[in-house]
């Protein structure tokens, strides 16, 4: 089993910047596809961006794409995600997850592994 801890949440003015990360212990971290998702109170998890085992292709979602960047360091265990020009509408809990295959990456329900989450709050 794959073991994630999220950190670098926090708050931030809007235009700023978080960059949050998601270290791994436990299992193959680095053959498993990675995702960050996000969750507001009352509404369901949603997908902001994921990668693949190798680093190579990433994938965002409409409303985070030009602003976020996630990257990964097999070596290290960990997977990062740059969030700039932060806006009130990104303040949310943010979650890593990880799977094996990448197939219906967008949906929260396929993901075998989760963090515990780490806020993050963007004040206009």
């Known amino acids: 089993q794959a073991r994630l801890v999220e950190s670098g949440g926090g708050l931030v003015q809007a235009g700023g910047s978080l960059r949050l990360a998601c270290a791994a212990s436990?299992?193959?971290?680095?053959?498993?596809?990675v995702a960050w998702f996000r969750q507001v109170p009352g509404k369901e998890r949603e997908f902001v961006s994921g990668?693949?085992?190798?680093?190579?292709?990433?994938y965002y979602a409409d409303s985070v794409k030009g602003r976020f960047t996630i990257s990964r360091d097999n070596a290290e265990n960990t997977v990062y995600l740059q969030m700039n020009s932060l806006q009130p509408t990104d303040t949310a809990v943010y979650y890593c997850?990880?799977?094996?295959?990448?197939?219906?990456?967008?949906?929260?329900?396929?993901?075998?592994?989760w963090g515990p989450g780490t806020q993050v709050t963007v004040a206009s």
């Open positions: 436990g299992d193959t971290f680095s053959a498993y596809f």
């Open positions: 990668i693949t085992w190798h680093g190579a292709d990433q």
């Open positions: 997850a990880a799977k094996r295959w990448m197939s219906a990456y967008r949906t929260a329900s396929g993901y075998a592994y």
